[in-house]
Structures are given as C-alpha cells and as structure tokens.
C-alpha cells in the first residue's frame, strides 16, 4: 500500500466558463499489476474557486511483483460538469519512483493541455490496441 501526500490545493487556474466553474483533481495511477486494484482519486469538487483548497490526502494499494520506478501517476484539474462529460483544465506527469526516494513530495506541477507523447509511443499504443482488439471475421474460417 501507498500512502501519498495529500492533494493541498490547485492555485492560479486559467480556465474560462460560462457557467459555474467546479473544479477538482484527479489522480490517476499507471502501471502494470493494477487491474484489481484502484486506480482514480478524486477530491470533491470546489464551487467558482480559481485557488480551491482540497487537503485530501491519497492512498493506492500497488503490485507486489514490481517496484515504485514502474508507476506514474497522472495528476489532472478538471471542472466539473452534470450530465455531460468533466472538461480538463490541465495535465501534469509524476514519476512515483521520485516520491518514493524523497519519502514525500512537496511540489508545485505546471498543468499542460495535455501529454506529450511523441510519433514512437503514439506507434506503440496504437499496435497495442490493435493487437488486443483484433478478431477473427465472423463469415470466414467457421467450421459448422
């Protein structure tokens, strides 16, 4: 089991809406051996607050078969929408292997619009995909 600093606070967000701005962090963990296991934090969700202050703290339960230096978490500031899908404010990346070296982390993560991911892990994820979708054509090679 890890036990994570808590998420304190998201300061100075630039988002604009028309609407009520709800904002909340979600951390997501990413790594092999975590099918069973959870994977998403979230804090509640801030009413029109640029600077919402959450102080919440996070807990993972990990695979015992690898080490911390296998794990990312992917920390994103979303706003909060009913009955539509939750829009991203922003993206950060933390290795969980600097976490764990330091005993805690105390940082400030500048969000990005999104990953970066460049043309060889682009290649990658899509054969990934494609090898784990893929499926025999229903009219050809049927024996009955």
Request: with cysteine; proline share 5%; hydrophobic share 35%.
């Amino acid at each position: 089991m890890v036990f994570l600093p808590p998420v304190v606070a998201a300061n100075d967000l630039k988002w604009q809406t028309s609407g009520i701005f709800r904002p909340f962090v979600e951390v997501n963990i990413i790594g092999p051996h975590l099918s069973d296991k959870k994977r998403k934090f979230a804090t509640k969700s801030k009413n029109n607050s640029w600077s919402p202050k959450y102080n919440e703290s996070i807990t993972f339960t990990l695979g015992t078969e690898t080490g911390p230096e296998c794990y990312e978490l992917q920390v994103c500031v979303k706003d909060y929408c009913f009955a539509r899908e939750d829009r991203t404010v922003g993206i950060a990346i933390l290795q969980l292997k600097d976490i764990m070296q330091r005993g805690s982390c105390a940082c400030w993560l500048p969000m990005g619009r999104r990953i970066h991911m460049d043309d060889t892990g682009l290649t990658v994820a899509k054969e990934f995909v494609k090898l784990k979708s893929d499926t025999r054509s229903a009219e050809e090679g049927s024996t009955s």
